[in-house]
């Protein structure tokens, strides 16, 4: 069954190679995205689109900020148990740790290199749920290991 990503970023560039990056990693994906908090909220809110698999939620947006966007998703109760992946250029452990106590399921850092996101989205639509989190904590440490 296909998976479908909603990203809300508002940077045009990072959007185009996350679906690029999705489309390589599941042709069979659907991907909606937004560039703002509140249009992404609209489209949500309106029931015009089904629940996604996955929302990709940059922190930096030019309405509300991901935190405001992440902490009403999380008090909708058909969006609550949607994971939301954090996706931004931090990498400050504050960062992470905010993401964490709003109840996003990870927080990832956007990849410099789009080979590492293809990855990343393979890793997601091809690992179950209960599993998913610790894949993606190996593939970040192994990336790690590789840039140092």
């Not at 009403?72 to 740790?97: F, N």
């Not at 998913?132 to 990336?143: A, V």
Request: negative net charge; proline residues 5%.
């Amino acid at each position: 069954m296909s998976k479908s990503f909603f990203l809300i970023d508002d940077d045009a560039d990072d959007r185009e190679l996350f679906a690029e990056a999705l489309l390589l990693a599941d042709p069979t994906a659907t991907c909606y995205t937004a560039s703002k908090a509140e249009e992404a909220l609209k489209k949500l809110k309106s029931g015009d689109s089904s629940v996604p698999d996955f929302i990709f939620l940059d922190i930096n947006l030019p309405d509300l900020s991901g935190w405001e966007c992440l902490i009403q998703l999380k008090s909708m109760a058909k969006y609550k148990q949607v994971p939301v992946i954090m996706y931004s250029t931090s990498s400050h452990e504050r960062d992470v740790k905010i993401a964490e106590d709003l109840g996003a399921f990870y927080f990832l850092t956007k990849p410099d290199d789009f080979k590492y996101l293809q990855n990343f989205l393979t890793i997601i639509v091809q690992t179950p749920l209960p599993t998913l989190k610790e894949s993606l904590q190996s593939e970040s440490r192994r990336i790690n290991q590789n840039i140092n």
